[in-house]
């Protein structure tokens, strides 16, 4: 789907995934894992006289109106959010500056620009099933050239059976097909939803692995 085709869509407000609230999942995973946000990374913050480590960095491709970024930024993450439609931008912006979090937004294309930088986490919601399943093997290829060697990889699945869409459906067996030759798996499980998701969803916890 095109950048016209999702911008059109935000101006006509006609966003079905717009739910209010970051993902359910995400809002329990960083409350059950509180030392993440210092670990994992080995840059420096420049001038600084005790050299202290930088927050790691977190990139939220298609972050839509930005909820998952703040939760991101809320939990001490260095964050910043990629999206196709200027409009999504602006509105994670605006909401990011009113609710006085510190967060990066930027409208580009994920599946194909190269990162500023490697990150040292990805996180996935309803961006794998929103792109075209022929691009899915462009996503893969993303989701590595974004993060760093050893690099971890959050994901909240989508599992609908779905073939028309957005959103389109995707299988367990596809996602490991895809992801078992470049990831290791730490950890899944079923989160907690939003009402109209419960019981869809997989949350998928990988370490990209070693080249």
Known sequence: MSRDYWEA????????WEKGEPSPGLVDFLAAHPLLNGAGTS??????TGA?????????PGCGTGHDVR???RAGFHVRGWDLAPSAIRLSAARTQAAGLSAEFHRGD??????PFRFDWVFEHTLFCAIDPGERELYVSAVRRW????????AVNYLIPDREGPPFGT????????????FELLEEWVPRSYPNRTGWERMLWWRQKAV
């Open 171 to 182: 299988t367990r067996e596809e996602l490991m097909d895809r992801f078992t030759p470049h």
């Open 9 to 16: 869509r935000y101006l006509a407000e006609d966003m079905p």
């Open 43 to 48: 840059e420096i913050q420049a001038g600084s």
């Open 110 to 115: 994920f599946l194909r620009d190269e990162p």
């Open 147 to 154: 993060l760093k060697p050893g690099g971890q990889y959050l």
């Open 71 to 73: 939760e991101w930024a």
């Open 52 to 60: 202290l480590p930088l927050p790691p960095s977190v990139c939220v």
